[in-house]
T-cell receptor
Framework: NAGVTQTPKFQVLKTGQSMTLQCAQDMNHEYMSWYRQDPGMGLRLIHYSVGAGITDQGEVPNGYNVSRSTTEDFPLRLLSAAPSQTSVYFC?????????????FGPGTRLTVL | DQQVKQNSPSLSVQEGRISILNCDYTNSMFDYFLWYKKYPAEGPTFLISISSIKDKNEDGRFTVFLNKSAKHLSLHIVPSQPGDSAVYFCASGVTYGTASKLTFGTGTRLQVTL
């Protein structure tokens, strides 16, 4: 049981490039989400999904796309990277979508946009 | 508008003493509160939680206190151990919702010294 896995661990992009951050979980969790962590800002929700085929925006969705074609995978796409997207990105999953459902986080992807 | 605030960015405590981490929230709709612990280069891990119907929850060395009237919660670690050195995030959410939009604080870095 690997839990929540994220790839890559590190990535450097040039402004304007696109890329996809991968997230997978093997716990059969319905709820998955993406956060970004910036210094002095805590974790902010980017997008989330309550099940396959269902996604919605979080607090800071601009510049990011998501899709959820399977229960296991929830990729995050940067359409045209900007320096403001330099951050550490965490994917999380939980059994349910309620506030009391424990979220399990992946190890993070550290992204630098030059 | 920061709905969940951790006003102390860092805290240093001697081994064996009590560590007290504080968190304030402004949104009265929040009815579930959680603490996550994060080591460098790892994702946050769930530590302890409390529902708004309680004012205290204990788990071993960790106790969370909730003061609803003051919209304040605190995490007590007794006794503190060097392995407790990490960043602690408090998070708040709504138990029964269509999506677990947890709102995180900015974190408090705890250092437990020998």
């Amino acid at each position: 049981n690997a839990g929540v896995t994220q790839t890559p661990k590190f990535q450097v992009l040039k402004t304007g490039q696109s890329m996809t951050l991968q997230c997978a979980q093997d716990m059969n969790h319905e709820y998955m989400s993406w956060y970004r962590q910036d210094p002095g800002m805590g974790l902010r929700l980017i997008h989330y999904s309550v099940g396959a085929g269902i996604t919605d925006q979080g607090e800071v969705p601009n510049g990011y796309n998501v899709s959820r074609s399977t229960t296991e995978d929830f990729p995050l796409r940067l359409l045209s990277a900007a320096p403001s997207q330099t951050s550490v990105y965490f994917c999380a999953s939980s059994y349910g979508a309620g506030g009391s459902d424990t979220q399990y986080f992946g190890p993070g992807t550290r992204l630098t946009v030059l | 508008d920061q709905q969940v605030k951790q006003n102390s960015p860092s805290l240093s405590v001697q081994e064996g003493r009590i560590s007290i981490l504080n968190c304030d929230y402004t949104n009265s709709m929040f009815d579930y509160f959680l603490w996550y612990k994060k080591y460098p280069a790892e994702g946050p891990t769930f530590l302890i939680s409390i529902s708004s119907i309680k004012d205290k929850n204990e788990d071993g060395r960790f106790t969370v206190f909730l003061n609803k009237s003051a919209k304040h919660l605190s995490l007590h670690i007794v006794p503190s151990q060097p392995g407790d050195s990490a960043v602690y995030f408090c998070a708040s959410g709504v138990t029964y919702g269509t999506a677990s939009k947890l709102t995180f604080g900015t974190g408090t870095r705890l250092q437990v010294t020998l």
